[in-house]
């Protein structure tokens, strides 16, 4: 006799119903709670997009595509050539890169193989420090700090070497200027790479020094030729997280590169003030009037979006495991 | 006989083996030691910017640390005494109701969206997860654009302390989200086989087993990401407005310690410029305080779970 058989003393409908469908639906609440969070999620983040696009609508109408190739960033002058700004965020962006990806590397092999155990949680856990620091307290720093030293000391002294050639000819500025900002993001990302490299490094399996180590290589040629190479792919993505990280910073940047020099707008002289995206945004908030105004400001931070966007689905192409462990770190 | 003579004999044989091998392994050795100390280097350099920075704040700003200066709100500008600067009050209330809002918001939302990320899986999850982490690498200077076109804008342009909350959680919950995910996914999957093998269903194994078992890892995740959103200047600059006023009204304009800060890195008077280290001082203090306890929760969790 099959079970679905009504039994005389219950309809059939009660029986079939309790036996399929009870169990399930008993935790009915929570599989909703947990599909409307998700929408919900989902919905704001749409909304944050399209918030962002539909914003610079009204600025796109006025900079047209002048914006993408024009060099003449004047904003309150209203003049809106943003190409300085686009080249402005990637040389700094590279230049912090070419500071930070060997010495966050060198730094995480040395904290992975150099110095004995009992002090790499200390170690490691002081260069981690240097990621929590304040973007605004590094914008002091770096303002108060390293900006007047490298005017009062460094400046004078390499261009008494060169007796005043490029680049330190009229547009040289001594205080804020992309050398100093490159100097300070470089420094930022560099807690970043080192992190995740030193993650990267501790997954080499041990077989593989090991076996590199008993056919006689020195420790340098193991860390060269076995332990970078078979972390290629780790070193990569982090390197490109960095990049992420670097192309969006924004507060110490306003204060550190100084802004676009209207006469010498191209961010390729190292001793010249410039702007990134990030910053321009940030030093222009206060004095934007209208819609319009605000729409120009959006045009840059779409334009930022879909950059920075586009490299992080890079990062998270080449690898998605060494992140995951930073940011559960 | 002749061509005995350009053999060697075993003793010059061993003699210039040995030479040889000496002076390969000496080769080898210097560039070994050449690049174990560049790594050395790198090291040292990557902790210069750390005690310059901590060196210059402490020394800088510690006589800022008086009652004087964390209890009275700032001077209003137009003073005509420069040296009387008034105090951070107003900026320390308001980081902390912002920070706290910005928490409260943040922390059951993202439970949720860990809760539902770990369930879950099919193409629309793993869309909601790869759009969570790029979230996450988005510039913080965006959430104030969004922000300020989506909540302060409708609202006739009024700036409060609670946009700013929203900016910032905004910032947190994908954080913490993907934090506390994984932190689920280390639950042992024993743990959950022998409470669901006893009848208990799906929500009654998260809320009893798997929630208690991974929340220590959890709350490290909101510590790190609130020392995060202190710190954090761009998403609420343009949002939270101003105020020279204490108030922990939330619906009130307010200055935060970071925004502050920008301010005054504009201005020129020296007295306001010199203060600025003791706001970073308080600041550092904050963060450095919720980072250290994220790292003492772990530590004594793992403790007792061995």
Redesign the interface.
Known sequence: MSVDVASPTEPLENRTGRERKLPTSSDTPYRSILIGIAIAVAAILALFFVSIVKASIPGWRIVGWHFFYGSDWNFSAGQYGALPLILGTFVTTGFALVFAVPIGIGSALAITYLIPRRFRLVISSLVELLAVVPSIIYGTWGFLVIGPWLGNHLQPWLASLTGGRWPFNGIAQSGSNLLLGVIVLGVMILPTMAAISRDVFMAVPNELIEGGLSVGATRSQVLLKVVLPSSRTGLLGAAVLATGRALGETIAMVFLLGGVNAAHPWPFNPFNTGATLASEIAANFGNYSGTQGFGILSCLALVLMVIVGAVNLLARAITSRSRRKLLGA | MSELQHIMTIDERREFVQKAAKSSLRK??F??????G??????V???I??F??LQ??ISKGAHYLTWGYLSKPQQTPFAFDLANIGGFSNAITGTILVDGLAVLIAVP?AV??A??LY??DGR??H??R?????????????????I???VVTPMGYRMTALAGSLALA?LM?P?IA??SE??LRDVPDTLKEAALALGA???RV?LRVILPYAAP?MVT?VMLST??A?????PV??VIGASSLTSWNPMSPVTTL?TM??TY?QGSNPYI?KS??GM?LI??II??FF?LLA?LVVARSSKRGL
């Open positions: 080898r050795e560039t070994s030691k050449f690049f174990l560049m790594m050395a280097t790198a090291l350099i990557a902790f910017p750390l310059s920075i210059s704040v939302i949720l969206l809760v539902s369930e879950s629309v999850m869309f909601l790869v759009t969570t982490e790029v979230m996450i690498g988005l510039p913080s200077i965006l959430l104030g654009i969004f300020f076109t989506f905004i919950v954080l993907i934090a994984a932190a269903r799906k929500s998260m890892r995740a020392s995060r202190v710190g954090e200047t761009a600059l343009f970071p800060m920008f890195l410029i600025l280290w970073a600041l550092m963060v450095f980072n790292r």
